[in-house]
């Protein structure tokens, strides 16, 4: 091969100082084929380039973990009872931005594809939605695409959809952000690995066909502004939900028979990450014979085969006795399966064509991408945002009754019912809290044990601030956990931003990255899987959003919490201060801010020693049974809280709260640390004792009982006008309604 | 009485009704693949839920071809009880053992809810521990359930009483509201001539513990149960 062009190059995402290091670290010029491997391998999806020093950082350490970041196709858990809880979110922004019903529908198998190749069974997919304002024809087109993708391909599998988020915002015009979470239950036993194993075992691929769809999709699509990805939608994967059914029930089989030695899906790079990232763990070289390989399609050549991203492909790694038994489990379930390969003790990858040799290179050099530590540089208009002055903000001119009510119908409070009802969240017979809550909470058959799960990350909060969003992104899934009485034991993140090679960027990234680790590590919670998606790009880099999964277990699932408030005469309280303040800079950054100034400033802010006393009293007063509901204040404030538990119980409320100077900091500001609790009238006093015990502020803001959310001169509304506005949000929002 | 769950590709309830069968209401049940065709062991077979062979084409149109569903049919002609739920429901419907199909929900989307379902009788062999008139509140979780038939096919279900469960508002009332996917006379269930097949839409085997948001479902399999010991 003589010396690849520019675009050759920028085709595979390589620079022309990564072709060097190739050329002089492989001793020669590497082959078009060989050159694949490397672009592919030395992604960023693949690769981590620009991520692997910073991930490094995320604590990860936790008496529970058994699979540590990285190692696997997910990380894992110990939940005892000889069980073990599999998690990982990850991204299908690009794909979902240019095919917004595969894209999504694909980022769903894929993570699933990660979850049972570790042997465990897929039981709740959480999906963290963001989109452009509704009101613009393309990003409904986009919303409307990705919720339909979810729900066909998710309620084809079986495996429910309880929870997640959605958030709009004009920073993801046409950059959506579709991250799927997987959450997978095994025995501890039977974890599978994604390794060869040693030299001499059997490489079976199993499941759909190769064809020439998603090629270049790791190196190219991932790595790319968006505007030039429009042209390439040929290269987004088609899924094929049935398929990945049978693949979970047949692999899930196979596993169990003990045989395997190793398992890995196909996904980003196909064929050529699966075998040689396999290869790698298991310290051995690899022999693939790609005329071995079914195809779909005629015309295609060992490269096409090698890189070709075609879904619902898995990697089965057996000793070559065992190989016609795993065989006839997918033969029972009319799966093809072929021999490709075997592992072998050179430590090279040797691709062959038949009896042809069409590419050869170490694994330890494939899979040791340079790595990069770009100077983060804090942008100056950064400093403006922060200087705002909340002070100086004058009040609004409608009546706070109003400004609830805009709040309520903004779709990124509004209820997301119109998304959920889309998707089976039911299935399995294990959800105990569906979505519409905090966290979403689920049963462990078995046991008296159970899981709650939520996903977080408040973007606008990390564009503001990048090392302050990140620590409120991993405080609030926890809080939402801790919301529903269960402990958090595991974090995964996918880390959404711009084109890492700008200073400002990296700058962002590296800040959020240290928020993460900072909040983590004093919430004692590890951080034990993630997903970088890079170069969120098109007219500008979308606000800085790291998505968090969390995952927490409740000893008694019997015992567990939602946001809705239960009996007449209940006594609700705010834990995390002391009164209701009244200080407007808790505006900065808030949905009130946006919605009814139509500002984006201020700095947001957390005390993350605070934090962790709110949330372990939280979960002393629901797992005593003590709490009889529990709602974090988060987006839209206590006002916003306080609608939503009413209109979940379907009860009003009256407030006992003190006139404050800035009614809308006092109803509407965002500041953290806050968890709505209520109780029994006769569970005063345990509940003083908890927080005093835990070292908490706690106030006692009002009780349950009525048809109307009032607060003493400020608010007195019917719940069911309230319900409504909530309820028709979306709706209204996208038929062309306020933005 | 001995329960047989099939399990065609695609099939996901299998699970769910198997453990609301065995682990719930105590009954001995199995799983039976698709391709097994010896059916004379169970008194009770259950067509679960799912996307069988992806409801590609038409949702059981691929599945009717499978070779449990000869001996399903012989099955129902012996007079055994056949309950499909769901896809189920369109499995019979495909093969013929239930009159009827089940078309696109008329909004175009898949639905997953609570619904309200009116008992319409409680002579029948599922709904014998129901009382008439009484309201279940099951969830549904479909995009094509719509029921439809001509209107000779409507007229004869409803003089023979063949219609089992209606959805219907909290209060029993039958309303265009209450309906969740546009079937015709809001129908949710029905069975067949002589009474021994039903197909309904909704998931029973979904509301069988309080823990999971309530147990009406438990009716409906206790009627079941009821109806063998009384056999």
Same mark, same amino acid.
């Given at each position: 091969?003589?010396?690849?062009?520019?675009?050759?190059?920028?085709?595979?995402?390589?620079?022309?100082?990564?072709?060097?290091?190739?050329?002089?670290?492989?001793?020669?010029?590497?082959?078009?084929?060989? @050159?694949?491997?490397?672009?592919?391998?030395?992604?960023?999806?693949?690769?981590?380039?620009?991520?692997?020093?910073?991930?490094?950082? @995320?604590?990860?350490?936790?008496?529970?973990?058994?699979?540590?970041?990285?190692?696997?196709?997910?990380?894992?858990?110990?939940?005892?009872?000889?069980?073990?809880?599999?998690?990982?979110?990850?991204?299908?922004?690009?794909?979902?931005?240019?095919?917004?019903?595969?894209?999504?529908? /694909?980022?769903?198998?894929?993570?699933?594809?990660?979850?049972?190749?570790?042997?465990?069974?897929?039981?709740?997919?959480?999906? $963290?939605?963001?989109?452009?304002?509704?009101?613009?024809?393309?990003?409904?087109?986009?919303?409307?695409?990705?919720?339909?993708?979810?729900?066909?391909?998710?309620?084809?599998?079986?495996?429910?959809?309880?929870?997640?988020?959605?958030?709009?915002?004009? $920073?993801?015009?046409?950059?959506?952000?579709?991250?799927?979470?997987?959450?997978?239950?095994?025995?501890?036993?039977?974890?599978?690995?994604?390794? /060869?194993?040693?030299?001499?075992?059997?490489?079976?691929?199993?499941?759909?066909?190769?064809?020439?769809?998603?090629?270049?999709?790791?190196?190219?699509?991932?790595?790319?502004?968006?505007?030039?990805?429009?042209?390439?939608?040929?290269?987004?994967?088609?899924?094929?939900?049935?398929?990945?059914?049978?693949?979970?029930?047949?692999?899930?089989?196979?596993?169990?028979?003990?045989?395997?030695?190793?398992?890995?899906?196909?996904?980003?790079?196909?064929?050529?990450?699966?075998?040689?990232?396999?290869?790698?763990?298991?310290?051995?070289?690899?022999?693939?014979?790609?005329?071995?390989?079914?195809?779909?399609?005629?015309?295609?050549?060992?490269?096409?085969?090698?890189? $070709?991203? $075609?879904?619902?492909?898995?990697?089965?790694?057996?000793?070559?006795?065992?190989?016609?038994?795993?065989?006839?489990?997918?033969?029972?379930?009319?799966?093809?399966?072929?021999?490709?390969?075997?592992?072998?003790?050179?430590?090279?990858?040797?691709?062959?064509?038949?009896?042809?040799?069409?590419?050869?290179?170490?694994?330890?050099?494939? /899979?040791?991408?340079?790595?990069?530590?770009?100077?983060?540089?804090?942008?100056?208009?950064?400093?403006?945002?922060?200087?705002?002055?909340?002070?100086?903000?004058?009040?609004?001119?409608?009546? +706070?009754?109003?400004?609830?009510?805009?709040?309520?119908?903004?779709?990124?409070?509004?209820?997301?019912?119109?998304?959920?009802?889309?998707?089976?969240?039911?299935?399995?017979?294990?959800?105990?809290?569906?979505? #519409?809550?905090?966290?979403?909470?689920?049963?462990?058959?078995?046991?008296?044990?159970?899981?709650?799960?939520?996903?977080?990350?408040?973007?606008?909060?990390?564009?503001?601030?990048?090392?302050?969003?990140?620590?409120?992104?991993?405080?609030?899934?926890?809080?939402?956990?801790?919301?529903?009485?269960?402990?958090?034991?595991?974090?995964?993140?996918?880390?959404?931003?711009?084109?890492?090679?700008?200073?400002?960027?990296?700058?962002?990234?590296?800040?959020?990255?240290?928020?993460?680790?900072?909040?983590?590590?004093?919430?004692?919670?590890?951080?034990?899987?993630?997903?970088?998606?890079?170069?969120?790009?098109?007219?500008?880099?979308?606000?800085?959003?790291?998505?968090?999964?969390?995952?927490?277990?409740?000893?008694?699932?019997?015992?567990?919490?939602?946001?809705?408030?239960?009996?007449?005469?209940?006594?609700?309280? @705010?834990?995390?201060?002391?009164?209701?303040?009244?200080?407007?800079?808790?505006?900065?950054?808030?949905?009130?801010?946006?919605?009814?100034?139509?500002?984006?400033?201020?700095? +947001?802010?957390?005390?993350?020693?605070?934090?962790?006393?709110?949330?372990?009293?939280?979960?002393?007063?629901?797992?005593?049974?003590?709490?009889?509901?529990?709602?974090?204040?988060?987006?839209?404030?206590?006002?916003?809280?306080?609608?939503?538990?009413?209109?979940?119980?379907?009860?009003?409320?009256?407030?006992? @709260?003190?006139?404050?100077?800035?009614?809308?900091?006092?109803?509407?500001?965002? #500041?953290?640390?806050?968890?709505?609790?209520?109780?029994?009238?006769?569970?005063?006093?345990?509940?003083?004792?908890?927080?005093?015990?835990?070292?908490?502020?706690?106030?006692?803001?009002?009780?349950?009982?009525?048809?109307?959310?009032?607060?003493?001169?400020?608010?007195?509304?019917?719940?069911?006008?309230?319900?409504?506005?909530?309820?028709?949000?979306?709706?209204?929002?996208?038929?062309?309604?306020? +933005? | 009485?001995?329960?047989?769950?099939?399990?065609?590709?695609?099939?996901?309830?299998?699970?769910?009704?198997?453990?609301?069968?065995?682990?719930?209401?105590?009954?001995?049940?199995?799983?039976?693949?698709?391709?097994?065709?010896?059916?004379?062991?169970?008194? &009770?077979?259950?067509?679960?839920?799912?996307?069988?062979?992806?409801?590609?084409?038409?949702?059981?149109?691929?599945?009717?071809?499978?070779?449990?569903?000869?001996?399903?049919?012989?099955?129902?002609?012996?007079? *055994?009880?056949?309950?499909?739920?769901?896809?189920?429901?369109?499995?019979?419907?495909?093969?013929?053992?239930?009159?009827?199909?089940?078309?696109?929900?008329?909004?175009?989307?898949?639905? &997953?809810?609570?619904?309200?379902?009116?008992?319409?009788?409680?002579?029948?062999?599922?709904?014998?521990?129901? *009382?008439?008139?009484?309201?279940?509140?099951?969830?549904?979780?479909?995009?094509?359930?719509?029921?439809?038939?001509?209107?000779?096919?409507?007229?004869?279900?409803?003089?023979?009483?063949?219609?089992?469960?209606?959805?219907?508002?909290?209060?029993?009332?039958?309303?265009?509201?209450?309906?969740?996917?546009?079937?015709?006379?809001?129908?949710?269930?029905?069975?067949?001539?002589?009474?021994?097949?039903?197909?309904?839409?909704?998931?029973?085997?979904?509301?069988?513990?309080?823990?999971?948001?309530?147990?009406?479902?438990?009716?409906?399999?206790?009627?079941?149960?009821?109806?063998?010991?009384?056999?």
């Amino acid at each position: 091969m003589t010396h690849p062009t520019k675009e050759q190059l920028e085709a595979l995402a390589l620079s022309e100082a990564e072709y060097e290091a190739i050329v002089e670290r492989l001793g020669r010029e590497p082959n078009e084929l060989e @050159l694949g491997l490397f672009g592919s391998l030395w992604s960023e999806h693949c690769g981590y380039k620009h991520s692997k020093p910073l991930l490094a950082t @995320l604590p990860a350490s936790s008496p529970r973990l058994l699979v540590a970041p990285g190692v696997e196709n997910a990380g894992a858990v110990d939940i005892d009872d000889g069980l073990a809880l599999v998690m990982k979110i990850e991204s299908h922004n690009h794909p979902s931005a240019i095919e917004p019903y595969e894209g999504a529908a /694909t980022g769903v198998g894929g993570i699933v594809r990660d979850i049972f190749a570790m042997g465990a069974r897929p039981i709740a997919l959480l999906n $963290s939605l963001r989109f452009g304002p509704l009101n613009e024809p393309r990003n409904r087109f986009l919303f409307s695409g990705v919720v339909s993708g979810i729900s066909g391909y998710g309620n084809c599998i079986g495996v429910p959809n309880v929870g997640g988020e959605v958030v709009f915002s004009e $920073s993801y015009s046409a950059n959506p952000l579709v991250n799927a979470m997987c959450i997978g239950l095994l025995s501890t036993d039977g974890l599978v690995r994604a390794t /060869t194993g040693q030299p001499g075992n059997a490489l079976i691929l199993v499941g759909s066909e190769t064809g020439k769809d998603g090629i270049h999709g790791a190196s190219g699509l991932a790595s790319r502004n968006l505007e030039e990805d429009r042209e390439m939608r040929p290269t987004v994967q088609v899924g094929n939900p049935f398929l990945e059914k049978v693949l979970i029930e047949a692999c899930l089989e196979v596993a169990a028979t003990g045989k395997l030695v190793g398992m890995q899906d196909l996904g980003a790079a196909g064929l050529t990450s699966a075998t040689i990232e396999a290869a790698s763990k298991g310290g051995t070289g690899i022999t693939i014979d790609v005329s071995l390989v079914p195809r779909r399609e005629g015309g295609m050549e060992p490269y096409h085969i090698m890189l $070709s991203e $075609s879904q619902e492909r898995m990697l089965i790694v057996t000793a070559p006795e065992d190989v016609d038994a795993v065989r006839a489990v997918f033969d029972k379930w009319d799966l093809r399966s072929t021999v490709i390969g075997r592992s072998t003790d050179d430590g090279l990858v040797r691709i062959f064509d038949g009896d042809d040799r069409c590419g050869e290179a170490p694994v330890a050099l494939l /899979t040791d991408p340079p790595q990069y530590r770009p100077q983060g540089v804090k942008p100056a208009w950064l400093d403006e945002l922060q200087s705002w002055d909340a002070g100086a903000l004058s009040l609004p001119d409608v009546r +706070p009754d109003e400004v609830l009510a805009r709040l309520l119908a903004s779709p990124n409070i509004a209820s997301k019912e119109p998304v959920f009802r889309r998707y089976d969240h039911q299935v399995q017979t294990n959800t105990v809290v569906t979505p #519409g809550s905090d966290s979403a909470v689920l049963r462990l058959r078995g046991t008296r044990k159970g899981l709650a799960a939520a996903t977080d990350g408040n973007g606008r909060y990390c564009y503001l601030d990048p090392y302050e969003g990140g620590k409120i992104a991993v405080a609030e899934v926890c809080r939402n956990v801790s919301c529903s009485g269960a402990e958090p034991v595991a974090l995964t993140d996918c880390l959404n931003f711009g084109n890492p090679e700008r200073p400002e960027i990296y700058y962002q990234l590296e800040e959020c990255v240290r928020g993460i680790s900072d909040a983590a590590r004093t919430l004692g919670v590890p951080v034990i899987s993630g997903n970088v998606s890079l170069y969120n790009e098109s007219e500008g880099a979308i606000y800085p959003t790291p998505i968090i999964g969390g995952l927490g277990l409740l000893e008694n699932v019997e015992r567990h919490t939602t946001i809705a408030f239960r009996d007449s005469g209940d006594l609700v309280y @705010l834990l995390g201060r002391s009164t209701t303040d009244d200080d407007a800079s808790s505006l900065g950054g808030s949905e009130y801010l946006s919605v009814m100034h139509g500002l984006v400033a201020g700095r +947001p802010s957390i005390d993350l020693d605070l934090e962790a006393a709110v949330q372990r009293a939280c979960r002393r007063l629901v797992s005593e049974g003590v709490a009889r509901s529990a709602h974090d204040c988060s987006d839209g404030g206590l006002a916003v809280a306080l609608a939503e538990s009413c209109i979940a119980g379907d009860t009003g409320f009256t407030g006992e @709260l003190s006139q404050a100077s800035r009614w809308d900091a006092m109803l509407f500001g965002e #500041g953290q640390s806050r968890i709505i609790v209520s109780v029994s009238a006769g569970s005063e006093p345990r509940l003083l004792e908890v927080c005093r015990a835990e070292d908490v502020p706690v106030v006692r803001i009002g009780r349950v009982g009525g048809d109307r959310l009032t607060i003493d001169g400020l608010l007195d509304v019917p719940v069911a006008d309230l319900a409504s506005v909530w309820s028709n949000g979306i709706q209204r929002a996208a038929s062309g309604g306020a +933005p | 009485m001995r329960f047989g769950v099939v399990v065609f590709p695609g099939t996901w309830s299998d699970v769910d009704c198997f453990h609301a069968l065995s682990d719930v209401m105590g009954q001995p049940s199995e799983y039976v693949w698709h391709k097994d065709t010896d059916l004379s062991r169970f008194d &009770c077979v259950i067509l679960p839920g799912g996307f069988s062979y992806g409801d590609y084409l038409r949702p059981g149109a691929i599945a009717r071809f499978s070779p449990v569903m000869k001996s399903v049919a012989e099955f129902d002609r012996s007079g *055994g009880l056949v309950l499909g739920i769901c896809n189920g429901f369109q499995i019979l419907c495909e093969a013929g053992l239930l009159p009827g199909v089940l078309r696109p929900n008329v909004h175009l989307e898949f639905r &997953c809810q609570w619904t309200d379902l009116r008992v319409e009788t409680a002579s029948s062999r599922f709904t014998g521990a129901a *009382g008439v008139g009484q309201v279940l509140r099951v969830p549904i979780s479909h995009g094509e359930g719509n029921y439809f038939a001509d209107p000779e096919t409507l007229t004869e279900l409803e003089d023979s009483g063949r219609v089992l469960f209606r959805y219907c508002a909290p209060d029993g009332e039958i309303t265009a509201d209450a309906n969740p996917n546009g079937s015709l006379n809001n129908i949710a269930g029905i069975v067949n001539e002589r009474g021994n097949v039903l197909g309904m839409m909704p998931h029973p085997e979904r509301c069988v513990e309080d823990l999971l948001g309530g147990a009406d479902g438990r009716v409906i399999f206790e009627s079941l149960i009821g109806a063998a010991v009384r056999a």
